[in-house]
């Protein structure tokens, strides 16, 4: 199997040649991505605009400046003077080609409906409720929420609101009352589209009955659209109020199918995404029709590959930004999309590659933290065949070497590579990286071109090999936020205190003497054991090796010798006894691979570790909870039950 220094994939010459990146690299003349890196760094201005073409993006109206950095680069603005939509770029051009006629949107309900919808049929629905909503007032600048299953409505909904210059606010399917009704006050939202429920591992959970009482005290929503998803099947009534709800069948039914699209400047907003931070209220981040636009398709379509015949499965939720990501990337390409309702391991533990082989998925996104959780089932995995998949993406979490080379060989047959990504919603895409080029299990190429992405150490200078530092990005990309919704000082505080010039990631990365780069968790989450820092992951991944672990979370916990000494909170695999034996086995594998100065001061097992809802490990939760520390903002939380088994760990 190797080790985690070998490289096991390598790009044969007919990959590299039928590359977008490559095309990109033929029509700018330029020799490699190094290459590339350099001269966007070099010359920005000529890199973006070279983007904007290869790109072919759509404009009502052509922009004067490509970039406008005379307020500095942390207020960018790009394609000044340019009028557009997101809409056009990624529907509207597509109108009477080739394309029109294609499946666009294939849907899997937990309850096993299926749907599918053409581009035609899906435009169709988007222009209708773009009309509903103009009919009600609805237009430019008015904020929607979208509180949303994954259904093909929600993807319609999305389109229509940006189509009329309105502006998308997503909440997480998962959210309580409280989180919903603190975001939809914040962004001041004027109507949610949502749905009567969905399906949650066999059980029915009622949306619009979470809705209302979220909307209790809200004074500006006027609308609230209604999706009949469960119907009878409620174990309550879909409670309609006459002056306010409105069935979204209705509505959609008096829709005009030929509504026009709303004519945007580049840089008006389309979207307001909220991001939980360790502590204070969330943060708005403002993205805009040119930033989504261009910055959606130069990460997923060029670097990640994603092509007009392709047909991508990312199990996510509209409320995270790979949601939006996913129907944006697709219908710019004119590719298609299988959406899943529900979870993947849910009604059976196979249904994640049962869905891939059986929708014929060739491009594959997916969590780390997914795969070290269906790995547990065993060899299901095998049952099924993906004769024609060819990119894997990954992001959420750093890989453990054992999840990765697992994913590698039994899902990817040692020849599709796993083209590892991290970015976030404060930058709506991607910083770094693999790309199409040689890998090491967990490994990134570097950074994306017009990032200008750095490890740097406390001091903003360049670590050398093997060191661990902070992420950075020294140019100024087009889909970083716009700032934070209505609060300045805090988007420069969170972003560009630390390193003046340069946007800080908040992850913790380092490059090995081969130039590869690697990503060792939140920068938040290090831990400084006896003066060496390291990152979580690699303790986490030396636990995992046992093949005992599904998860686990390292935290550090205050020593009186080390100052900060190492804790395991562990996930056991099914059938594993817990018992002293294996906590010494843990210990020593620690040891082993990290040194003794790591040999972990304590070991507790749980049944399941705190995530958000895009399956990242809540670490910082797991030191509050331990230590008796605030515990902070909880709305991105998916599951509340791990904390009270965390908070029993702390009593005893």
């Not at 998803?229 to 039914?253: F, H, I, K, T």
Request: glycine letters at 10%; one cysteine or more.
């Amino acid at each position: 199997m190797g080790n985690s220094d070998d490289i096991l994939w390598h790009p044969t010459p007919a990959v590299i040649d039928n590359a977008v990146m490559q095309r990109l690299l033929r029509t700018t003349g330029i020799g490699d991505l190094a290459a590339l890196n350099q001269r966007a760094t070099d010359d920005p201005e000529w890199f973006w605009a070279a983007i904007l073409g290869f790109l072919d993006v759509q404009f009502y109206k052509p922009y004067q400046q490509v970039m406008d950095v005379s307020r500095g680069i942390e207020w960018a603005k790009w394609c000044v003077g340019g009028k557009t939509n997101l809409v056009l770029n990624c529907l509207d051009k597509h109108r009477e080609t080739p394309i029109w006629n294609k499946t666009y949107i294939i849907w899997d309900g937990e309850d096993g409906i299926t749907r599918e919808l053409t581009y035609r049929g899906f435009n169709d629905m988007v222009c209708r409720f773009a009309d509903a909503l103009r009919q009600r007032g609805y237009g430019k600048g008015d904020v929607i929420g979208l509180y949303m299953p994954m259904l093909p409505e929600a993807y319609a909904a999305m389109f229509a609101v940006v189509k009329i210059g309105a502006i998308v606010l997503p909440l997480f399917s998962g959210f309580g009352a409280d989180a919903v009704a603190l975001r939809l006050a914040e962004g001041e939202a004027k109507a949610v589209v949502t749905a009567d429920g969905t399906w949650r591992r066999g059980s029915t959970y009622a949306m619009k009955a979470v809705l209302d009482t979220a909307l209790t005290e809200n004074e500006s929503v006027q609308d609230v659209f209604v999706v009949q998803r469960l119907g009878e099947r409620l174990a309550e009534p879909c409670v309609m109020q006459s002056d306010r709800d409105v069935w979204w069948n209705e509505a959609v039914s008096k829709g005009d199918p030929n509504t026009a699209t709303e004519i945007m400047d580049a840089e008006d907003t389309a979207f307001l995404v909220f991001t939980s931070g360790t502590t204070g209220k969330p943060k708005g981040t403002v993205h805009s029709h040119i930033g989504l636009t261009v910055k959606v398709a130069l990460d997923i379509s060029v670097c990640m590959d994603f092509q007009r015949d392709d047909r991508m499965m990312w199990m996510s939720d509209m409320g995270w930004v790979v949601g939006p990501m996913t129907a944006i990337s697709t219908t710019f390409s004119g590719g298609s999309l299988v959406a899943v309702e529900g979870a993947p391991d849910y009604p059976d533990t196979a249904r994640h590659w049962r869905l891939m082989a059986e929708h014929d998925v060739t491009w594959l996104g997916i969590a780390p933290t997914t795969v070290r959780s269906l790995m547990r089932f065993g060899d299901e995995v095998d049952e099924y065949k993906y004769p024609n998949l060819r990119i894997m993406g990954s992001t959420g979490e750093p890989w453990t070497y054992n999840a990765w080379v697992w994913l590698f060989e039994r899902v990817g047959y040692g020849e599709v590579p796993i083209m590892n990504i991290s970015g976030g919603t404060e930058c709506v895409g991607i910083v770094c990286a693999s790309v199409l080029s040689p890998m090491k299990p967990g490994s990134f190429a570097g950074p994306i071109p017009g990032t200008g992405a750095k490890v740097v150490n406390e001091m903003g200078e360049p670590v050398g090999p093997g060191e661990v530092g902070e992420l950075v990005m020294t140019e100024p990309s087009i889909g970083n936020t716009r700032g934070i919704w209505r609060d300045d000082d805090r988007y420069i505080e969170n972003y560009w205190s630390m390193f003046p010039g340069m946007w800080r990631q908040g992850d913790w990365a380092t490059v090995d003497k081969d130039g590869m780069w690697f990503l060792l968790g939140r920068s938040d989450d290090t831990l400084n054991v006896s003066g060496k820092r390291t990152g979580p992951s690699e303790i986490e991944s030396a636990l995992m090796e046992t093949g005992k672990i599904v998860e686990a979370a390292v935290i550090g916990i205050p020593d009186d010798i080390k100052g900060t000494a190492v804790c395991c909170v562990c996930t056991p695999m099914p059938n594993v006894v817990v018992d002293e034996a294996l906590r010494v086995e843990l210990s020593k594998i620690v040891v082993q691979k990290l040194g003794g100065s790591y040999r972990p001061k304590q070991i507790l097992f749980v049944s399941d570790l705190p995530k958000t809802r895009n399956l990242k490990i809540m670490r910082r939760l797991v030191r509050a909870v331990l230590l008796g520390q605030p515990e902070g903002d909880l709305t991105s939380l998916v599951n509340p039950e791990a904390i009270d088994e965390l908070r029993e760990h702390a009593q005893t």
